[in-house]
């Protein structure tokens, strides 16, 4: 059972959990424990063939009694594969909180009250265990609820979060985090605010560098759906304020970095684009990608950055700098070879961006063309996905082909009903549909359109 306590520092494992890639969270639990397949086959009472599908993704792991099996097999805690745990005399809940208590090293347990353990139990835990309820109500509207729940927090908490033990927290942010990959926006809505207060109270209580780092990186994950959001609150520029108050006290360039992004993210859509732009690639210079053996995860952010720094170009109309932004971000990729996972992350960012900036600058053609070069599967997240969508969709109205973006759109909301459901720019596309007068060749279009809540066209 040790051997399962450290792997979800691994950066295979976070991944897998950010992915939803619970046959990839399986084999490093079942290779943690020194386990074969054969090991686990027998215990579980599947085949050698069938089980090594199942983590391979070739073979979805959805079942709930096959989880369990695999739970039962592998030795390990239910909730670590999404489960609620079931125990003679517990409820899940206490289950878990008893699990959180006992992983909990000696000197934070010390700092820590009873309702924090509950608080981030039921961060990690038990809405987790109730995936996708929330995202089922297509009559809500995700972006309204995102701005109320995180500018509850944002402009001052209703209840006061308690300090936390830093390994449940981080637990609770992984989860966030793979909420915003998923697109299960309703889910953050409601886990994300009590990440962020139990984040601050922690950092209070505990002010070192892995709990700023923890905060900063709370909201950052804040700043990039508030952004995606794209309401008129104002709330990414407290969002990424607070990143970088966090950031300075983490000690960690790569968070530093990515806070500088969101503040820069903020300040292009307020129309600072040059701006946006010069804060981009300024946190670009202070990562280390030269010499013999540079971090590949430095690397990776390097280009990440050049790729917003283009977007923000596109925003100006500078076409010639957009584009030689993502050469240089292209340039970088190449220096991820020894790292296929990372590269091939950032290759398909670059290609995305590519479709964007095209859209931007008015090139519909060229953007369906890079979308086109794309397999969806090259992309590692389905937020990623969903995002080349929408905008294939919007460079296919702009080269008027309206029943084309519809097409489009309808696989965007199969794949990520609330990526669709949240970003104003697709009311407003799904508005101008409406407007057009090739209703025939888009059949459901009025519901989508209530789905998303777009006003009618006229």
């Given at each position: 059972?040790?051997?399962?306590?450290?792997?979800?520092?691994?950066?295979?494992?976070?991944?897998?959990?950010?992915?939803?890639?619970?046959?990839?969270?399986?084999?490093?639990l079942r290779?943690?424990?020194g386990?074969?397949?054969?090991?686990?086959?027998?215990?579980?009472?599947?085949?050698?063939?069938a089980?090594?599908?199942?983590?391979?993704g070739?073979?979805?792991?959805?079942d709930?009694?096959t989880l369990r099996?695999?739970?039962?097999?592998?030795?390990?805690?239910?909730?670590?594969?999404?489960?609620?745990e079931?125990?003679?005399?517990?409820?899940?809940?206490?289950?878990?909180?008893?699990?959180?208590?006992?992983?909990?090293p000696?000197?934070?347990?010390?700092?820590?009250?009873?309702?924090?353990?509950?608080?981030?139990?039921?961060?990690?835990?038990?809405?987790?265990?109730?995936?996708?309820?929330?995202t089922?109500?297509?009559?809500?509207?995700?972006?309204?609820?995102?701005?109320?729940?995180?500018?509850?927090?944002?402009?001052?908490?209703?209840?006061?979060?308690?300090?936390?033990?830093?390994?449940?927290?981080?637990?609770?942010?992984?989860?966030?985090?793979?909420?915003?990959?998923?697109?299960?926006?309703?889910?953050?809505?409601?886990?994300?605010?009590l990440?962020?207060?139990?984040?601050?109270?922690t950092?209070?209580?505990?002010?070192?560098?892995?709990?700023q780092?923890?905060?900063?990186?709370?909201?950052?994950?804040?700043?990039?759906?508030?952004?995606?959001?794209d309401?008129?609150?104002?709330?990414?520029?407290?969002?990424?304020?607070?990143?970088?108050?966090?950031?300075?006290?983490?000690?960690?360039?790569?968070?530093?970095?990515?806070a500088?992004?969101?503040v820069?993210?903020?300040?292009?859509?307020?129309?600072?684009?040059?701006?946006?732009?010069?804060?981009?690639?300024?946190?670009?210079?202070?990562?280390?990608?030269?010499?013999?053996?540079p971090?590949?995860?430095?690397?990776?952010?390097?280009?990440?950055?050049?790729?917003?720094?283009?977007y923000?170009?596109?925003?100006?109309?500078?076409?010639?700098?957009?584009?030689?932004?993502?050469?240089?971000?292209?340039?970088?990729?190449?220096?991820?070879v020894?790292d296929?996972?990372?590269?091939k992350?950032?290759?398909?960012n670059?290609?995305?961006?590519?479709?964007?900036?095209?859209?931007?600058?008015?090139?519909?053609?060229t953007?369906?063309?890079?979308?086109?070069s794309?397999?969806?599967?090259?992309?590692?997240?389905?937020?990623?996905?969903?995002?080349?969508?929408?905008?294939?969709?919007?460079?296919?109205?702009?080269?008027?082909?309206?029943?084309?973006?519809?097409?489009?759109?309808?696989?965007?909301?199969?794949?990520?009903?609330?990526?669709?459901?949240?970003?104003?720019?697709?009311?407003?596309?799904?508005?101008?549909?409406?407007?057009?007068?090739?209703?025939?060749?888009?059949p459901?279009?009025?519901?989508?359109?209530?789905?998303v809540?777009?006003?009618?066209?006229?």
């Amino acid at each position: 059972m040790t051997a399962t306590k450290g792997i979800w520092r691994t950066e295979a494992v976070a991944a897998a959990v950010a992915t939803g890639a619970a046959g990839t969270i399986v084999r490093a639990l079942r290779e943690a424990n020194g386990l074969t397949l054969a090991d686990v086959a027998v215990r579980c009472g599947y085949s050698i063939s069938a089980l090594s599908r199942m983590e391979t993704g070739r073979q979805p792991l959805r079942d709930v009694e096959t989880l369990r099996r695999i739970v039962d097999a592998l030795g390990v805690p239910a909730f670590l594969l999404g489960l609620a745990e079931h125990r003679p005399g517990t409820t899940p809940m206490t289950a878990l909180v008893a699990r959180v208590e006992a992983s909990t090293p000696a000197d934070e347990g010390d700092t820590m009250r009873r309702r924090a353990f509950l608080a981030v139990a039921g961060m990690a835990g038990a809405s987790f265990a109730l995936a996708h309820q929330a995202t089922a109500v297509a009559s809500t509207d995700p972006a309204a609820v995102l701005t109320e729940r995180l500018g509850d927090v944002l402009l001052g908490p209703i209840t006061p979060g308690e300090p936390a033990a830093l390994a449940a927290l981080d637990r609770a942010l992984r989860i966030a985090q793979g909420d915003f990959l998923a697109c299960r926006y309703l889910d953050l809505a409601h886990r994300l605010p009590l990440v962020i207060a139990a984040g601050e109270a922690t950092s209070r209580e505990s002010d070192t560098p892995a709990a700023q780092g923890l905060l900063a990186n709370a909201y950052i994950l804040a700043s990039r759906v508030l952004t995606k959001v794209d309401s008129s609150s104002g709330l990414e520029w407290i969002a990424s304020d607070r990143a970088m108050r966090g950031a300075a006290g983490a000690e960690d360039p790569l968070i530093s970095a990515e806070a500088q992004r969101m503040v820069a993210s903020a300040a292009r859509r307020a129309g600072h684009h040059d701006r946006a732009r010069t804060l981009t690639l300024a946190a670009a210079d202070h990562l280390t990608i030269t010499g013999p053996a540079p971090a590949s995860a430095h690397v990776a952010m390097h280009g990440m950055l050049y790729c917003s720094a283009s977007y923000a170009a596109a925003r100006a109309g500078d076409r010639d700098r957009a584009a030689e932004l993502l050469d240089d971000a292209a340039a970088t990729a190449r220096q991820l070879v020894g790292d296929p996972f990372r590269h091939k992350a950032l290759t398909a960012n670059i290609v995305s961006h590519r479709v964007s900036t095209s859209y931007l600058l008015g090139d519909a053609g060229t953007a369906l063309r890079h979308a086109e070069s794309l397999p969806l599967s090259q992309i590692p997240t389905v937020e990623r996905r969903a995002r080349l969508l929408v905008d294939t969709a919007l460079a296919a109205a702009q080269w008027d082909k309206p029943a084309y973006a519809y097409r489009i759109l309808v696989e965007a909301e199969r794949l990520a009903p609330g990526e669709v459901r949240t970003r104003s720019v697709v009311r407003t596309l799904v508005t101008d549909l409406m407007a057009c007068r090739q209703h025939a060749a888009m059949p459901g279009l009025a519901r989508l359109a209530q789905r998303v809540h777009a006003t009618s066209g006229g």
